[in-house]
């Protein structure tokens, strides 16, 4: 069993994590790190975990006895497992902060083989830039993006912040497209309530709708949670899962749109942190991760 320990354990993508993990076949959880709640029942912070196994918040964390730690908020903690790592050859950390590194960026859909073969830190992107990443991708692998693009954004954005996520955006299209230097406008219309997230990405391209759909199915025939969809879905369809839907259309000739949902919850969150496990400790990707949509 892979023994867990989570840092900033009372935060709430923490007590999401928690949620999946108690089911996950490979885990163990023995640290749930928050001072300020020590002894006291993971149930007093997170709703859900009534009826499941007894869990205590803690005040110390022993990183001799964990496999991984999963970082959920910044703190002196925080840096003291990073020096743990650094000792123990066989420790992992997944970082969902965004505060230390250099990690491996924690986004499997266009990284997963250093993730795969011996990283043994992980940051999780910001949820934006994880979705509008994947949505992408396939695009700049094939040299195809070679104007600004446009984001505009709806629902719930859980973590991300639209200036920094489109610095990151931009950063990680370079690095696959080498020629790559516009710019991603995002238009930020988030309610920043509910669960689900969508964003409607769009740029120049005479692309043919059954090309770009080659494109993804090239990339991602073998990947778990990503998936085209034929038209346009409702929100609920990802909220509470790992998928991540894109359908692809063509408003004019000239233009590509592109209207991709996911959970920002799990999708650069809770989800990516489990996700990234996996990879790290060689299970497949799905472990624990097989989870049906909330509100059907």
């Given at each position: 069993m892979i023994k867990v320990g989570i840092l900033g354990a009372a935060t709430p993508v923490a007590g999401e994590i928690i949620r999946i993990l108690v089911h996950h076949p490979e885990v163990e959880l023995r640290t749930l790190h928050a001072p300020s709640l020590a002894g006291h029942p993971a149930t007093s912070a997170h709703h859900g975990l009534w009826g499941e196994e007894t869990l205590l918040f803690t005040e110390k964390a022993d990183f001799y006895h964990l496999d991984v730690a999963i970082i959920c908020e910044p703190s002196d903690v925080a840096k003291a497992a990073i020096e743990a790592c650094g000792r123990n050859p066989e420790m992992r950390l997944i970082d969902l902060t965004g505060r230390y590194g250099p990690f491996e960026f924690g986004l499997s859909e266009i990284n997963r083989k250093p993730l795969v073969r011996g990283a043994r830190r992980a940051s999780v992107p910001a949820?934006?830039?994880?979705?509008?990443?994947?949505?992408?991708?396939?695009?700049?692998?094939?040299?195809?993006?070679?104007?600004?693009?446009?984001?505009?954004?709806e629902g719930s954005l859980?973590?991300?912040?639209?200036?920094?996520?489109?610095?990151?955006?931009?950063?990680?299209?370079?690095?696959?497209?080498n020629s790559f230097s516009s710019r991603v406008i995002i238009d930020d219309r988030s309610a920043g309530t509910g669960r689900g997230m969508r964003l409607r990405i769009s740029f120049p391209s005479t692309l043919t709708v059954a090309d770009a759909c080659r494109l993804y199915d090239g990339i991602y025939d073998d990947h778990n949670f990503t998936f085209l969809t034929p038209r346009?879905?409702?929100?609920?369809?990802?909220?509470?899962?790992?998928?991540?839907?894109?359908?692809?259309?063509k408003p004019d000739a000239g233009s590509i749109l592109l209207d991709v949902v996911a959970d920002p919850t799990m999708r650069g969150g809770a989800g990516e942190a489990v996700h990234l496990l996996n990879l790290l400790f060689g299970l497949h990707e799905r472990t624990g991760l097989d989870l049906k949509v909330s509100t059907f």
């Open positions: 949820p934006l830039a994880a979705v509008a990443l994947i949505a992408l991708y396939p695009f700049a692998a094939a040299l195809m993006l070679n104007n600004d693009i446009a984001v505009t954004t859980g973590t991300s912040r639209p200036a920094d996520d489109a610095s990151t955006i931009e950063k990680r299209l370079a690095a696959v497209q346009p879905v409702e929100l609920k369809e990802v909220e509470g899962t790992q998928k991540c839907l894109v359908n692809v259309s």
